[in-house]
T-cell receptor
Framework: QQQVKQSPQSLIVQKGGISIINCAYE??????FPWYQQFPGKGPALLIA?????SEKKEGRFTISFNKSAKQFSLHIMDSQPGDSATYFC????????????FGGGTRVLVKP | NAGVTQTPKFRILKIGQSMTLQCAQD?????MYWYRQDPGMGLKLIYY???????DKGEVPNGYNVSRSTTEDFPLRLELAAPSQTSVYFC????????????FGPGTRLTVT
């Protein structure tokens, strides 16, 4: 059972453009929604995260939008740069269940100069 | 402060062999996790631990075993390696209880032939 579905699997964006990645979850007990960034040959690293009591969180060029009623959340990368080329994973966890992360399938982003 | 370290970086096993993947963290984190990442896929939780002496199964535990005798170390044991265990293995840790961020190690790439 895939509890977190992520789309698209890959996307190509021009430098300066906006990258948008979407995730949908099923388990309403999830109470933490992070996004991880992974470069080739490296482990994932936390990029930005949101709790369900807010609808949006922005950190620099990265914004999470959260829609609790629709059980969806998305990552927007504004003014995309070639250095943003990486694989992005959404995830969800529940503190009461040991903070175990359930990951989406990942989105490979390529930013063309 | 080295964070999360994993050894070895690469390993090739023959079918039926056994090995232990090592993971250590120096952040005094109580929570530790083992994930596997198959090509083009998200990470799946194998086992996790909420403290020394306490471990529990994740989504895909079959064929693996763990132990947690100290706060710092969380080794993953593969018994009777099978080709289906060819993957990249990531260890992660978090402080838990109110601090959700998981810090990932650099990964171990395992091939079973």
């Amino acid at each position: 059972q895939q509890q977190v579905k992520q789309s698209p699997q890959s996307l190509i964006v021009q430098k300066g453009g906006i990258s948008i990645i979407n995730c949908a979850y099923e388990n309403t007990a999830f109470d933490y929604f992070p996004w991880y960034q992974q470069f080739p040959g490296k482990g994932p690293a936390l990029l930005i995260a949101i709790r369900p009591d807010v609808s949006e969180k922005k950190e620099g060029r990265f914004t999470i939008s959260f829609n609790k009623s629709a059980k969806q959340f998305s990552l927007h990368i504004m003014d995309s740069q070639p250095g943003d080329s990486a694989t992005y994973f959404c995830a969800a966890s529940n503190k009461a269940a040991g903070n175990k992360l359930t990951f989406g399938g990942g989105t490979r982003v390529l930013v063309k100069p | 402060n080295a964070g999360v370290t994993q050894t070895p970086k690469f390993r090739i096993l023959k079918i039926g062999q056994s090995m232990t993947l090592q993971c250590a963290q120096d952040m005094n984190h109580n929570y530790m996790y083992w994930y596997r990442q198959d090509p083009g896929m998200g990470l799946k939780l194998i086992y996790y631990s909420v403290g020394a002496g306490i471990t529990d199964k994740g989504e895909v535990p079959n064929g693996y075993n763990v132990s947690r005798s100290t706060t710092e170390d969380f080794p993953l044991r593969l018994e009777l390696a099978a080709p289906s265990q060819t993957s990249v293995y990531f260890c992660a840790s978090s402080a838990g209880t109110g601090l959700y961020e998981q810090y990932f190690g650099p990964g171990t790439r395992l091939t079973v032939t």
